[in-house]
């Protein structure tokens, strides 16, 4: 079945949002991320800082678009094109000054510097524009999803800001794609003119080869004729110009002898 592509802007809600517990927000999508930040002690002997993850979370309620005409569910929104959380809060806690903890921690090379915690979240009441395939389960909800072929968007954008954008990247595609027909014409063209005058080299080469060997062989013939007719002449095949069977330029320095 062909899939059913819409496209819906409205405001994000849910029945049971969720409390975001550092921004105070409300939300349908939560992500929380813990990082231990330290100074260690590298082989240079000087401090230098760094960090780890401690811990990454996520929590989403199911949520709905509102319109005003009603309401549409959105699922996999966080797998879809232009979605991204907003920063709800950003904490750094330093860490407790034990004496014993710091001790120990010193003699590992590390020196504790606190926890960062990063939380982001999707709003209540933000307003949204999602483009996908709409379907209807067995009560009769309307949701909105990831098509198995076609576009699947989640942004903040309006629909109007998603068409400019993607006729933008159409300009460049066609640009580039006009730029790389260019360049391979080009290619093709420097292949043939190079095909052409090798073929056109060995040409003249062996145009010299052939009337070099006619000359020599003119003149052994009439140096035959004349040994000939003093006695002293012997038959001889026709005799080859002294070329380097390489280069054919070049009158040759070496010969093969076969044993």
């Known amino acids: 079945m062909i899939p059913i592509i819409v496209t819906i802007s409205g ?3 849910s029945e049971t949002p969720i409390n975001c517990r550092h921004s105070g927000l409300r939300g349908v999508i939560v992500e929380g991320t813990a990082e231990q930040h330290f100074l260690k002690h590298n082989d240079a002997g000087s401090w230098i800082q760094d960090s780890a993850l401690m811990l990454s979370m996520c929590k989403e309620v199911p949520w709905y678009l509102d319109d005003e005409t009603g309401r549409v569910y959105v699922v996999g929104a966080r797998g879809a094109v232009g979605f991204a959380l907003t920063v709800g809060s950003e904490v750094f806690e ?3 000054r034990s004496i014993v903890r710091g001790t120990l921690d010193y003699l590992q090379g590390l020196k504790m510097l606190g926890v960062k915690r990063i939380e982001q979240v999707l709003p209540t009441g933000s307003s949204l524009t999602v483009v996908g395939e709409a379907v209807k389960d067995d009560i009769g909800t ?3 999803q990831k098509p198995q072929k076609g576009p699947f968007y989640v942004s903040p954008k309006s629909i109007d800001q998603l068409v400019s954008n993607l006729g933008k990247w159409a300009r460049w595609y066609k640009y580039a794609s006009f730029g790389l027909t260019i360049f391979g014409v080009f290619l093709i063209t420097k292949h043939a003119i190079h095909y052409y005058l ?12 052939l009337a070099a060997a006619a000359k020599r062989t003119g003149s052994d013939n009439e140096d035959s ?3 000939a007719e003093n006695g002293t002449g012997t038959n001889q095949d026709c005799v080859m110009p002294d070329l380097c069977v390489i280069c054919l330029e070049q ?6 002898i076969q044993l």
Do not use: C, D, M, P
């Open 198 to 209: 090798e073929r056109r080299r060995r040409w003249e080469l062996r145009r010299r080869v």
């Open 251 to 256: 009158e040759y320095n070496a010969v093969f």
């Open 142 to 144: 309307i949701r909105i």
């Open 11 to 13: 405001r994000v809600g």
């Open 225 to 227: 004729t004349l040994k």
């Open 94 to 96: 330093e860490s407790g």
